[in-house]
């Protein structure tokens, strides 16, 4: 593997654990529109394409799914960041990481607004250099390369100098279509077996196996 001088990292399912927030929100707007709730289970494993994306299979008409959104939004602001956590050991791996030379930016499906405040609440936005979420794209929603490529642009680094780390199909997606080698961790919205079969650069346990990875890549 080239020489890498920019980690970009996904944020839900890869770096936080913001599962219970969504799965409230989400239930939330469903009780509102007198729809069943769903389990944590299968709510969990659609997250990852944005929380419209995530209602929409649910609800019957457009005219239902905006009022979901309005009633998904108004949940999550009232919840947000209480229950959402650093997966063990992420606090730590950035700050080696940033010591270790490394550029970190981070590429988040979720508004700025959300994503600032779960970093800010956490202790970490200020390990990074650059994070791009969908508003800075005029909601291009990964798989769209363009969060990636707006953070290649503004580190002023080339494809071959990044890594990308996600944990879902869609991050797998997102990576090659930026041209950016990616790795996916299994703490996320996906199940092994599904992310091996679209043959990531490499697979994870969780993010803090990934200095681990550096090494031996370098060594190879």
Do not use: W
Request: charged share 25%.
């Amino acid at each position: 593997m080239p020489q890498k001088t920019l980690i970009i990292f996904d944020l839900d399912g890869t770096l936080i654990d913001d599962y219970q927030t969504i799965v409230e929100a989400f239930n939330y707007a469903m009780r509102r529109l007198y729809r069943p709730e769903q389990s944590y289970e299968t709510i969990k494993y659609r997250v990852g394409s944005g929380h419209r994306n995530l209602l929409a299979p649910f609800l019957a008409s457009a005219e239902e799914l905006d009022a979901a959104e309005k009633f998904y939004k108004e949940r999550y602001d009232q919840l947000l960041p209480h229950h959402t956590r650093l997966f063990p050991g992420v606090s730590a791996l950035l700050t080696d990481l940033q010591k270790q030379g490394y550029l970190l930016g981070a590429a988040s499906n979720k508004i700025r607004r959300y994503s600032l405040t779960i970093l800010q609440h956490l202790g970490i936005a200020s390990l990074f250099q650059t994070i791009i979420c969908q508003d800075d794209v005029d909601g291009r929603l990964k798989p769209d390369p363009a969060m990636l490529l707006t953070i290649l642009e503004r580190m002023r680094k080339t494809p071959v100098e990044a890594l990308y780390v996600g944990d879902t199909l869609i991050d797998i997606e997102t990576g090659r279509q930026a041209n950016i080698d990616t790795i996916v961790v299994l703490t996320g919205s996906e199940r092994k077996e599904t992310l091996l079969q679209a043959a990531p650069l490499a697979l994870l346990q969780s993010v803090t196996d990934l200095p681990a990875y550096l090494e031996s890549a370098t060594d190879s």
